[in-house]
């Protein structure tokens, strides 16, 4: 049992939200794909941060200067370590998965030309479409979709049969935020490499689940956000193999990122400062390694194996409510602790409405992800997104208030 090596109660308490009331009833979170809670840990060295070394980084020979400097950079290598890269620089510090994956397509991306195909999964959250469309229009590339299956799952034979010599780059997340399919990113890559393409993997989703090795899956790049995985909000990273990160244009210029500037040329810093124009989120860059630290102290193998548990669980339960549809892979082992779903009859909102009110936080509508809402049919869908703090007793919770508001809104 994967709870018997991990004191739920215990780790609960280091999350000070889970103790609020919402609408006077007790907080029942589930809607950690969204933003996940941060643990006191974290907020802790927030606050140590600003009480004790607020500084610019990089910048001042002042010993705030140099101990914020060092914490930060100290933070980039407990990074690079989560995800196995081979060195400090290939870790980008960024605003999150949207600005990584932003930053790849205007820099990677503008190499691309006319008769050029790029490969996009139809799983993809729009942060990892609207950027490669954008710049397909300005390079004049094809952009090709891998379209999914009833399942939840990518159309593989597909994506066999249409990646070529002319494919460029493939765009695939490693798990769908809306229905939590784990993609097969090492056939993918492998695949694609064969072809001579390079593969942007979106982590947002895998990352509080899954603890990616880069060398291992020998992905290009990686992007990954910090408020996901109990870290702050507006800082993430990307990973890049240092050979690609080199021969990449920078994508936004400023302070911290040239080695010299005059009038007449500027000349750019190396990596990572190359794509880190201005003042960055410090203390967010330092509480993600704080982050990274409290997950590692729990294990990912338990947090993976209790999630599992919890959305088997919640699997089961929810089929006592009539006329519910679930969308997604149908066997857990298949997917992170999301349970996407419907109600024969009513709107996704309205479920969501009523849900908050008995203090359970879903997440409703298409997810930032209207084509897989498109593929079904449907407007959207109300999520059920579980961490490694929640429980079955939440999930009790949530499948009575389910049961109630159907029958209110039947
Ligand atoms: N998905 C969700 O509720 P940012 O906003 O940059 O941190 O992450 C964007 C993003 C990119 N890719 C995937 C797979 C994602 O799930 C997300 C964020 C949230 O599903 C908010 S839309």
Redo the contacts with the bound molecule.
Sequence with gaps: MANATFDIEKVRKDFPILQRKVNGKDLVYF?N???SQTPKQVIDSIVDYYENYNANIHRGVHSLSQEATDAYEQARIKIQKHFNAQKPHEIIFT?????A?NLVANSYGSFLKPGDEVLVSAL??H??IVPWQMMCEKTGAQMKVIPMLNNGQLDMNFFHKEVSSKTKMVFV?H????LGTINPIEEIIATAHAHGAKVLV?G??SAPHIQADVQELDVDFY?V?A??ICGPTGV?ILYGKEELLEQMPPYQGGGEMIAEVSFEKTTYAGLPHKFEAGTPNIAGGIAFGVALDYMHSIGFNVINAYENELLTYATERIKEVNGVIIYGPENPKDKTAVLSFNVEGLHAYDIGTILDQMGIAL?TGH???QPIMDYYQIPGTA?ASFSFYNTKKEIDSFIEALKKAVSMLS
């Design positions: 809607d794909a969204a933003t605003s999150g998965t949207t600005h994956i993809e959250h942060s990892n997340n798990v769908s935020n809306a979106d947002a989703q992007t956000s408020h996901k993430g997440r997810h930032c992800a999520r």
